[in-house]
């Protein structure tokens, strides 16, 4: 060897020598001995050795085809590389999916159903466009998760699940938020659900029928402000809408124009009071623009200008009789 430890001669040369060397030894009943390695080897090991270990020996020793194998990877590599520098791959899989979307739709897994169900106000459309599947796709390439992720963006959408059913079948099975109620806000009004989230703008004149709340902080506590209509449900259809007052109280609009001052605490108390004071004495068909209910036992009523002109003259009159008796 040299000085890299590196075989001077060839293979078959060496084999030979070894050979007629050990049978040599065997002749004269003498251990055989290789000191040109750094570990002994009997001569099975030594004639069964493999071109790959005397590779590691020094011996520049290739497979068959190498050099040919080494150049088609290459060439390969050199194309993948430039086709996805250009964009071509990227369209390729746009349209015809990724090379193990192809095989697998090729051996029977490509998606021929796709069953949806739960869904009332989001159309069939809208969640495949959301879901981002396409014909391209092959069911076991799906990534669950990321699909089910993709439709939870849906505002109208609270939950998701995804099931691959093999070979061909996908299942989609969803929960979706139920329109709660309009919260105005800005001037804008949207469709929030009953958790608060907004759904989406109200545009649908079927959302007419639902609680109308306003204000800063008023879609989380929209929940707080129907418990409150349902204390006086005899006033129920009279309420136009809540006004969510510095986060703290409401005030109520009712759809004759009076407003009702609620106070922070015992709010439904004090509707319900006042509903039954407006079945004893109908109240709130007076001549009246607003009621403060924030006193506890104590309900103020501001009147209109001209009910304020027209009491005021029924005491002056009064005055003047009594002057005169």
């Not at 804008?188 to 608060?196: A, H, K, L, N």
Request: net charge positive; no cysteine.
């Amino acid at each position: 060897m040299d000085r890299a430890r590196r075989f001077l001669k060839s293979l078959k040369t060496r084999l030979a020598i070894l050979r007629e060397y050990h049978a040599e030894a065997k002749r004269q009943s003498l251990e055989p001995i290789v000191p040109t390695l750094s570990v002994s080897l009997s001569q099975d090991t030594l004639l069964k050795t493999s071109r790959w270990e005397l590779l590691y020996s020094g011996e520049r020793i290739l497979p068959r085809f190498a050099g040919v194998t080494v150049s088609v990877l290459l060439i390969v590599g050199a194309a993948i590389g430039g086709i996805s520098i250009g964009g071509q791959y990227q369209i390729f899989t746009a349209y015809y999916g990724s090379p193990i979307d192809i095989g697998a739709r090729g051996i029977g897994f490509s998606i021929s159903e796709i069953s949806i169900n739960g869904n009332k106000e989001v159309t069939n459309a809208e969640i495949l466009a959301a879901s981002g599947i396409s014909a391209a796709n092959a069911l076991t390439s799906l990534n669950v998760a990321d699909i089910q992720a993709r439709l939870k963006r849906i505002p109208l959408i609270s939950e998701a699940s995804v099931r691959k059913l093999y070979p061909n079948k996908l299942v989609i099975t969803l929960v979706e938020r139920e329109p709660y109620a309009l919260w105005q806000k800005d001037g804008d009004v949207r469709v929030i659900s009953s958790d608060g989230t907004v759904i989406e703008g109200f545009n649908d004149p079927r959302f007419q029928r639902l609680p109308h709340i306003v204000g800063e902080g008023a879609n989380l506590r929209v929940k707080e402000y129907v418990e409150l209509l349902e204390a006086a449900p005899q006033l129920k259809d009279r309420i136009r809408a809540g006004t969510l007052i510095s986060e703290r109280r409401w005030n109520l609009k009712l759809a004759n124009g009076v407003d009702l001052k609620l106070p922070e605490e015992g709010a439904a108390l004090a509707l319900a009071k006042l509903a039954k004071l407006d079945a004893n004495s109908n109240v709130l068909d007076k001549d009246i623009l607003a009621i403060d209910l924030r006193v506890p036992g104590r309900a103020a009523f501001r009147v209109t200008e001209a009910s304020a002109q027209y009491r005021a003259e029924i005491n002056a009159k009064k005055i003047t009789r009594k002057g005169k008796a």
